[in-house]
């Protein structure tokens, strides 16, 4: 049972454009949702993350939505650069086991196309 | 400073050998991870360490023995490892607070096995 979603495996943006990655959830008791990008052979680096008591959350070029009613987030980058190529994963954990279990998605690989 | 550190960065070993992977943070950090990633999938949990102690373990094969010496060092021994075991070993650390708690991840060991 996949419990974070990330439909779109791949998605190309060209230079200078948003770019909006997507995450849907199942399980209601996620409560802090985070996005890491990835290099291959690399590990995963912290982008942005967001609790459930916000809606948005911005650092910069990355911004991220949530919409709890909906379980869907979305992390904007603006404006795309082609340092942003990489795979982008989103993960969600729950307060209630302590936050220590990170459920990631499947990843999207972002390319920005110069 | 987010920074954990992993050695080696490379690791080739066969079946009947015994080796060790390495992680190391000076964060403060109290909570320490192992992970385990194969090509194009997203990481999977194997071990949380919470204060030192073992707090968390994904039904690992016991062939994977981690140790948790002091609050900076986590270590994983490996032993009688099997080809399907080559993976990317991502470790982690956070800070174990309450509420949302951010994972680090270090760059990873890419263990073949023969």
């Known amino acids: 049972d996949q419990q974070v979603k990330q439909n779109s495996p791949s998605l190309s943006v060209q230079e200078g454009r948003i770019s909006i990655l997507n995450c849907d959830y199942t399980n209601s008791m996620f409560d802090y949702f985070l996005w890491y990008k990835k290099y291959p052979a690399e590990g995963p680096t912290f982008l942005i993350s967001?609790?459930?008591?916000?809606d948005k959350n911005e650092d910069g070029r990355f911004t991220v939505f949530l919409n709890k009613s909906a379980k869907h987030l979305s992390l904007h980058i603006v404006p795309s650069q082609p340092g942003d190529s990489a795979v982008y994963f989103c993960a969600a954990s729950a307060s209630n086991f302590g936050n220590e279990k990170l459920t990631f998605g499947t990843g999207t690989r972002l390319t920005i196309i110069p | 400073d987010t920074e954990v550190t992993q050695t080696p960065k490379h690791l080739v070993m066969g079946m009947t050998n015994k080796k060790s992977l390495k992680c190391e943070q000076h964060?403060?950090?109290?909570?320490m991870y192992w992970y385990k990633q194969k090509a194009k999938k997203p990481p999977e949990l194997m071990f949380v360490y919470s204060y030192e102690k073992l707090s968390i373990n994904e039904s690992v094969p016991s062939r994977f023995s981690p140790e948790c010496p002091n609050s900076s060092l986590l270590n994983l021994h490996l032993h009688a490892l099997q080809p399907e075991d080559s993976a990317l070993y991502l470790c982690?650390?956070?800070?174990?607070?309450?509420?949302?708690?951010?994972?680090?991840f270090g760059p990873g060991t890419r263990l073949t096995v023969l």
């Open positions: 967001i609790s459930s008591i916000k």
């Open positions: 964060m403060g950090h109290r909570a």
């Open positions: 982690a650390s956070s800070q174990r607070r309450g509420g949302g708690d951010t994972q680090y």
